[in-house]
């Protein structure tokens, strides 16, 4: 059975320093990864998506994620956060044909002045 | 471009009250459509899921129910609400069911069972 892992609950930075978001993922193919954002009383926002066309996947607002087979990871990383990107985030793996999304536990990031 | 919207935004409403949320979408056609819970601090349950008109799913036994009357337009019901039914409500939608195809959230609505 596939599943995702997010190693951390919250994350802390501060403004302008680099972000590092983890997802671990587990599945007997390659599977389909996306990252999303969710903003207080907001409904969820897709950041970016890996459909195995490159391993790099760059998302908006400066957001990318690397898709590492041998570590079966897919992290989310930003070089600089702003105080805008404080929000929870939730990684998802999509199984082969179904419709039913599995989420990650999220990480709530908090940005600091 | 699709745009999904979802309404009320807010509701307050008494145990043992009725419920209806909606959600529509635009410009496409013949959308896969969900509607999820998010309870407080909690991740997102899967509720109903619809591949065409009339044709829902339930993922989890409840008190809950829903309706697909027209291609785009989808309801979430109850004729009387619990406690246990407050939470955040998201309907999304997507192209197709399956892998790469994702989902895209509307904004949710924020129902307290007082």
């Known amino acids: 059975a596939q599943s995702v892992t997010q190693l951390d609950s919250h994350v802390s930075v501060s403004e302008g320093t680099p972000v590092l978001l983890r997802c671990n993922y587990s599945?007997?193919?390659?599977?389909?990864l996306f990252w999303y954002v969710q903003h207080p009383n907001k409904g969820l926002q897709l950041l970016l998506k890996?459909?195995?066309?490159?391993?790099l996947v760059k998302g908006i607002n400066g957001f990318e994620a690397e898709f590492k087979k041998s570590e079966t990871s897919f992290h989310l990383t930003k070089p600089s956060a702003h105080m805008s990107d404080a929000a929870e985030y939730f990684c998802?793996?999509?199984?082969?044909?179904?419709?039913?999304?599995?989420f990650g536990s999220g990480t709530r990031l908090l940005v600091r002045p | 471009s699709q745009t999904i919207h979802q309404w009320p935004a807010t509701l307050v409403q008494p145990v043992g009250s009725p419920l209806s949320l909606e959600c529509t979408v635009e410009?496409?056609?013949?959308?896969?459509l969900y509607w999820y819970r998010q309870a407080a601090g909690r991740g997102l349950q899967l509720l109903f899921y619809?591949?065409?008109?009339?044709?829902i799913s339930s993922e989890v036994p409840q008190n809950l129910s829903a309706s697909r009357p027209q291609d785009r337009q989808f309801i979430l019901s109850s004729k009387k609400l619990l406690l246990s039914d407050s939470g955040f409500y998201l309907c999304?939608?997507?192209?197709?069911?399956?892998?790469?195809?994702?989902?895209?959230f509307g904004p949710g609505t924020r129902l307290t069972v007082l």
């Open positions: 410009g496409t056609s013949n959308p896969n």
């Open positions: 619809s591949v065409g008109i009339g044709q």
């Open positions: 999304a939608w997507s192209l197709l069911a399956g892998a790469y195809h994702e989902q895209f």
């Open positions: 998802v793996v999509i199984p082969d044909s179904s419709y039913k999304l599995i």
């Open positions: 890996y459909t195995s066309a490159a391993t």
């Open positions: 599945s007997s193919y390659s599977p389909s």
